[in-house]
């Protein structure tokens, strides 16, 4: 969903640069980069400390008896 609103926010950002006088494709390549760091985000997204708990993964650890 996140992808999804950075495309479109992109998209709008695209559109009003281009309004106001910016190269189409400079402006473009803003939502470009929008849509990169957004797609990134949303891969390293699960590689992130914090972002595993051990409740969804019960006895992946290691315990000593």
Do not use: C, Q, Y
């Not at 390293?44 to 006895?59: K, N």
Request: net charge neutral; no cysteine.
């Amino acid at each position: 969903m996140g992808l999804l609103l950075t495309t479109i926010a992109g998209l709008v950002v695209w559109i009003v640069l281009w309004a106001i006088g910016v190269k189409s494709l400079d402006a473009f390549l803003v939502t470009l980069v929008m849509v990169l760091i957004a797609a990134t985000a949303r891969a390293m997204a699960p590689f992130l400390s914090g972002g595993r708990g051990e409740e969804e993964h019960p006895g992946s650890g290691w315990t000593p008896r």
